[in-house]
T-cell receptor, first 110, second 110 residues
Framework: DSGVTQTPKHLITATGQRVTLRCSPR?????VYWYQQSLDQGLQFLIQ???????AKGNILERFSAQQFPDLHSELNLSSLELGDSALYFC?????????FGSGTRLTVV | GQQVMQIPQYQHVQEGEDFTTYCNSS?????IQWYKQRPGGHPVFLIQ?????EVKKQKRLTFQFGEAKKNSSLHITATQTTDVGTYFC??????????FGQGTRLTINP
């Protein structure tokens, strides 16, 4: 157990729908990073939050949004889903050395 | 933006053979991190290199950072079936994000 908790583990939904992925960072970590990993693709940085504030944005689509709440958990909202959004979505928090990743949410859009 | 190129994309070896993956950048890297992702798993931090020419070892794994800080390598001696997975290099860009290479998927014939 990495200490970074992601729910749900699996999600199957139809095109056009909206889903919310949840992440709780390790206790004491203020930062949350979201990454997308498509089939046979590397890890693409989406967005970072630190103590409730957005700090950096990567290749995040306008249909996607995120937020970090006062208790430091974060939610990634994906709307108007397309088949191409099917992927693994990871969140991570930054440790003293290296990043600690959650076990991910596998999203399948059908 | 900054890109980290990783080769090869795939590598299949016989158990007991050595394995090397390479990470290259056209610009100077501030640091390089290495991660391992087992099939169906999440990336797990292995090591961070910061200094020019740095070499670090973890049992059968040897990590190197080039003198010019534009390349890095991970070498596994005498692979075992437990080494199966995808190995990623990544540059940590401040506290904001990791920029990952595309990864090298290692498969092993027992």
């Amino acid at each position: 157990d990495s200490g970074v908790t992601q729910t749900p583990k699996h999600l199957i939904t139809a095109t056009g729908q909206r889903v919310t992925l949840r992440c709780s960072p390790r206790s004491g970590d203020l930062s949350v990073y979201w990454y997308q990993q498509s089939l046979d693709q590397g890890l693409q940085f989406l967005i970072q939050y630190y103590n409730g504030e957005e700090r950096a944005k990567g290749n995040i689509l306008e249909r996607f949004s995120a937020q970090q709440f006062p208790d430091l958990h974060s939610e990634l909202n994906l709307s108007s889903l397309e088949l191409g959004d099917s992927a693994l979505y990871f969140c991570a928090s930054m440790a003293n050395y290296g990043y600690t990743f959650g076990s991910g949410t596998r999203l399948t859009v059908v | 933006g900054q890109q980290v190129m990783q080769i090869p994309q795939y590598q299949h070896v016989q158990e007991g053979e050595d394995f090397t993956t390479y990470c290259n950048s056209s610009t100077t890297l501030s640091n390089i991190q290495w991660y391992k992702q087992r099939p169906g798993g999440h990336p797990v931090f292995l090591i961070q290199l910061v200094k020019s020419g740095e070499v670090k070892k973890q049992k059968r794994l040897t990590f190197q950072f080039g003198e010019a800080k534009k390349n890095s390598s991970l070498h596994i001696t005498a692979t075992q079936t437990t080494d199966v997975g995808t190995y990623f290099c990544a540059e940590s860009q401040g506290a904001q994000k990791l920029v990952f290479g595309q990864g090298t998927r290692l498969t092993i014939n027992p």
